[in-house]
T-cell receptor, first 113, second 110 residues
Framework: GDSVIQMQGQVTLSENDFLFINCTYS??????LFWYVQYSGEGPQLLLQ?????NKGSSRGFEATYDKGTTSFHLQKTSVQEIDSAVYYC????????????FGAGTRLAVCP | EAAVTQSPRNKVTVTGGNVTLSCRQT?????MYWYRQDTGHGLRLIHY???????QIGDVPDGYKATRTTQEDFFLLLELASPSQTSLYFC?????????FGHGTKLSVL
């Protein structure tokens, strides 16, 4: 079945460090890929999405490229700030799936000042 | 901004108890979802719906029922609650693009 794999449960960085969070996916179809962010005490919210393979999505300084060849959708940011501390989820929606989203396990990012 | 409201925000029950979690959205969205969030598992889909009277089974449906009474209202029912259902539950709605989540309901089953 469809799956989304995030191996990094926790990432700790200092301000201005480079962020890279791994995400790989498995599906037989043509997915749309998302990154959601969840701040403490809130529900997740959309950070960015990419519909077309080999395209890049970007938002608030974050970027992710959908690589169909390696089935990866990594999230990166050049210089993180303390306000970026949150849990980041990779998610996938397969085409024709009644808009069903499958989420990864999440990566908790802690940015120290 | 889209609005999804969950109630209650916190709930404590005992094993075998009967619990109903409520969700209302005022976005006129067709799709609604129930997820549970657990450390190490992320967000797992329990049930979802694409309109009043419709129900789709998610990835972890055992022990849960759901009902979509109107376009706005989606309920999650635990008829015989167990400690393994202690979790943070999120409801979401969608216009077939992004999901809009509520603030969550923290359920503890003792």
């Amino acid at each position: 079945g469809d799956s989304v794999i995030q191996m990094q449960g926790q990432v700790t960085l200092s301000e201005n460090d480079f962020l890279f969070i791994n995400c790989t996916y498995s599906t037989t179809g043509y997915p749309t890929l998302f990154w959601y962010v969840q701040y403490s005490g809130e529900g997740p919210q959309l950070l960015l999405q990419v519909t077309t393979a080999n395209n890049k999505g970007s938002s608030r300084g974050f970027e992710a490229t959908y690589d169909k060849g390696t089935t990866s959708f990594h999230l990166q940011k050049t210089s993180v700030q303390e306000i970026d501390s949150a849990v980041y989820y990779c998610a996938m929606r397969e085409s024709g799936s009644f808009n069903k989203l499958t989420f990864g396990a999440g990566t908790r990012l802690a940015v120290c000042p | 901004e889209a609005a999804v409201t969950q109630s209650p925000r916190n709930k404590v029950t005992v094993t075998g108890g009967n619990v109903t979690l409520s969700c209302r959205q005022t976005n006129s969205h067709n799709y609604m979802y129930w997820y549970r969030q657990d450390t190490g598992h992320g967000l797992r889909l329990i049930h979802y719906s694409y309109g009043a009277g419709n129900l789709q089974i998610g990835d972890v449906p055992d022990g849960y029922k759901a009902t979509r009474t109107t376009q706005e209202d989606f309920f999650l029912l635990l008829e015989l609650a167990s400690p393994s259902q202690t979790s943070l539950y999120f409801c979401a709605s969608s216009d077939n693009e992004r999901l809009f989540f509520g603030h969550g309901t923290k359920l503890s089953v003792l």
